[in-house]
């Protein structure tokens, strides 16, 4: 038996056969820009956006550290959108699966976000963003799965 490595099966013969309603699409078109912005914002701001944006007190003892768990976590959230262009590009018909994505990103960061509040001198918005998304996920996730039948 001959074993070779076929690169091929990285990205298979795309389908893009997805049936439900192009709002979901431009949903995720929507979300996924920001969520590009943000993740660059998070790897070269020189603060990560940890204190210009989501204000954070970075005069203290390990900032660094902070402005590099930032920066990690941008690099993170680099790698995700990445796919998730990648589905808008060739395989639509993950865009539900994607947008389920979403929704569970929120309910994590919410979650987590209880359990270990920052301290900020503001309100950070990716807060107030997540409280906004979550429920308007729900509803496109609904929207996502609906097949259009002609």
């Known amino acids: ?3 070779i490595i076929d690169f091929s099966m990285l990205l298979p013969a795309p389908c893009n056969n ?4 192009t709002l979901a699409v431009w949903f995720l078109v929507i979300i996924n820009t920001i969520g590009t912005i943000r993740s660059l914002i998070h790897m070269f701001f020189h ?3 940890a204190q210009s944006i989501a ?9 660094q550290n902070i402005v590099a768990i930032f920066g990690q976590w941008g690099g993170m959230q680099l790698i995700m959108a990445f796919f ?8 639509r ?9 979403v929704l569970i990103e929120q309910l994590v960061r919410i979650s987590i976000g209880h359990l270990k509040p920052t301290i900020t001198t503001g ?3 990716g807060r107030t963003g997540s409280m906004i998304l979550l429920p308007v996920s729900v509803i496109m996730l609904i929207i996502s799965l609906m097949r259009n039948t002609a």
């Open 47 to 49: 603060d990560g956006g």
């Open 84 to 91: 998730i262009w990648i589905i808008l590009w060739r395989y």
């Open 93 to 101: 018909e993950f865009v539900p699966l994607m947008i389920g994505e």
């Open 18 to 21: 997805y049936a439900g309603p």
């Open 123 to 125: 309100t950070p918005p």
């Open 55 to 63: 204000t954070m007190n970075l005069n203290v003892s390990g900032s």
């Open 1 to 3: 038996m001959n074993t």
